[in-house]
């Protein structure tokens, strides 16, 4: 039996990274399931800056691996003329990495024609735009879409889900079937350590600079905590928007003086490790996450994380992970002093239960047969 083809259109890929993890969850699909054949058709550029195009070749399908196919191409060819390239392959499945993107909006109407005619099984990974904290934002225009999407296409999509929280959300807003297949992420067998001295700490928010990212709130909390020694917080992702950065400029310059900010800009997957590695915790109180890659693989590298309950990820101390609601800030407040004054001994055990948390969450055998599940 031949492999099927599954046909993924990605707004953005690598070696583009300033979208984030979608771009990461699709990479994780492809190389988990080589039974698959995967041909990613996505632009020639990384999120917000379509001036300088990737030097790769374009308008041609490249290899990735033995099992996947990239094809770059300008932003006027992928918002109008994938249907060439899904007569070219002929998939047996049309993937969709988000409902509110541009390639969902300019090729639903080619890919559900398509998909008429040659019986082709199509999927919309929303991730997590249908969650409650992300339609908040620019909600109108969200609802008019999702009412028109419901008037005219009706019930013909399956919907991905990442986790039954997810999958209940969606529910909510339409009535298609919705399949959970959980977000794949980099696992490591050991755990890293790090010298943790009482009132000296190390915080982290890696993310791109948007209002769902919630930075604003994090600085917030930095300006009215109350602590002995210095603090340090590293912000990491592209500035989305320049209007809410503006805001998190004016609440940095109003930071006590013992709190020490430093802004990095965006970088690379690979070399968030690193980054992560020479810090002591994640501060994340995203508004919304359906996973959030950035939460795991904080976890995953021992490092306990601050974030808000609009996550997948189950609150306690022995899973490093506490979460509280926006409406709590301070709560947040008496979590970052409460880590700020840890002693080696105490952080030690509370890394150790971050790691080990992040390794129970992953069952990559289970994962597998939920995404055979979804393709088949």
Same mark, same amino acid.
């Given at each position: 039996?031949?492999?099927?083809?599954?046909?993924?259109? /990605?707004?953005?890929?690598?070696?583009?990274?300033?979208?984030?993890?979608?771009?990461?969850?699709?990479?994780?699909?492809?190389?988990?399931?080589?039974?698959? !054949?995967?041909?990613?058709?996505?632009?020639?550029?990384? $999120?917000?800056? /379509?001036?300088?195009?990737?030097? $790769?070749?374009?308008?041609?399908?490249?290899?990735?691996?033995?099992?996947?196919?990239?094809?770059?191409?300008?932003?006027?060819?992928? =918002?109008?003329?994938?249907?060439? %390239?899904?007569?070219?392959?002929?998939?047996?499945?049309?993937?969709?990495?988000?409902?509110?993107?541009?390639?969902? %909006?300019? +090729?639903?109407? %080619?890919?559900?024609?398509?998909?008429?005619?040659?019986?082709?099984?199509?999927?919309?990974?929303?991730?997590?735009?249908?969650?409650?904290?992300?339609?908040?934002?620019?909600?109108? @225009?969200?609802?008019?879409?999702?009412? $028109?999407?419901?008037?005219?296409?009706?019930?013909?999509?399956?919907?991905?889900?990442?986790?039954?929280?997810?999958?209940? !959300?969606?529910?909510?807003?339409?009535? +298609?079937?919705?399949?959970?297949?959980?977000?794949?992420?980099?696992?490591?067998?050991?755990?890293?350590?790090?010298?943790?001295?009482?009132?000296? /700490?190390?915080?982290?928010?890696?993310?791109?600079?948007?209002?769902? @990212?919630?930075? $604003?709130?994090?600085?917030?909390?930095? @300006?009215?905590?109350?602590?002995?020694?210095?603090?340090?917080?590293?912000?990491?992702?592209?500035?989305?928007?320049?209007?809410?950065?503006?805001?998190?400029?004016?609440?940095?310059?109003?930071?006590?003086?013992?709190?020490?900010?430093?802004? =990095?800009?965006?970088?690379?997957?690979?070399?968030?490790?690193?980054?992560?590695?020479? +810090?002591?915790?994640?501060? !994340?109180?995203?508004?919304?996450?359906?996973?959030?890659?950035?939460?795991?693989?904080?976890?995953?590298?021992?490092?306990?994380?601050?974030?808000?309950?609009?996550?997948?990820?189950?609150?306690?101390?022995?899973?490093?992970?506490?979460?509280? /609601?926006?409406?709590?800030?301070?709560?947040?407040?008496?979590?970052?002093?409460?880590?700020?004054?840890? %002693?080696?001994p105490e952080y030690d055990i509370l890394s150790k239960n971050a790691f080990e948390y992040a390794k129970r969450k992953v069952n990559l055998e289970l994962i597998k047969t939920q995404y055979f599940k979804l393709f088949n």
């Open positions: 039996m031949s492999q099927k083809k599954v046909f993924i259109y /990605s707004d953005y890929f690598k070696p583009g990274y300033l979208a984030g993890g979608p771009i990461q969850s699709v990479s994780n699909i492809c190389n988990l399931l080589p039974e698959f !054949f995967f041909y990613i058709y996505t632009q020639n550029f990384d $999120l917000n800056d /379509s001036q300088n195009p990737y030097p $790769l070749q374009f308008n041609t399908w490249i290899e990735d691996n033995e099992t996947t196919r990239i094809f770059y191409t300008t932003r006027i060819s992928y =918002l109008f003329l994938a249907w060439r %390239q899904l007569f070219h392959i002929k998939p047996d499945v049309i993937y969709i990495n988000s409902l509110f993107s541009t390639a969902t %909006q300019s +090729n639903l109407i %080619q890919v559900l024609l398509y998909s008429l005619f040659n019986k082709c099984r199509v999927i919309i990974a929303p991730r997590g735009e249908l969650d409650e904290g992300a339609l908040a934002i620019k909600s109108t @225009k969200k609802k008019v879409f999702v009412f $028109l999407f419901k008037l005219f296409v009706g019930r013909k999509i399956i919907f991905h889900a990442t986790t039954e929280k997810e999958k209940e !959300f969606i529910k909510l807003q339409v009535k +298609n079937q919705v399949l959970v297949a959980e977000n794949i992420p980099t696992v490591l067998t050991e755990q890293t350590t790090r010298i943790k001295q009482p009132n000296r /700490s190390k915080f982290i928010f890696i993310s791109r600079i948007c209002t769902k @990212k919630n930075l $604003l709130f994090a600085l917030n909390c930095l @300006k009215n905590i109350n602590i002995d020694g210095e603090l340090e917080f590293t912000i990491i992702g592209p500035v989305e928007d320049a209007a809410y950065w503006k805001k998190c400029e004016i609440a940095i310059d109003q930071l006590p003086s013992n709190i020490k900010c430093i802004v =990095l800009g965006a970088f690379p997957h690979h070399q968030i490790q690193g980054k992560l590695t020479a +810090n002591h915790y994640m501060l !994340f109180p995203t508004m919304a996450e359906n996973f959030g890659h950035i939460i795991y693989e904080s976890l995953i590298n021992g490092l306990p994380v601050i974030i808000s309950d609009n996550t997948p990820w189950d609150n306690g101390y022995d899973n490093g992970v506490f979460a509280y /609601s926006l409406t709590e800030e301070k709560s947040f407040i008496d979590r970052v002093e409460n880590f700020h004054s840890l %002693q080696q």
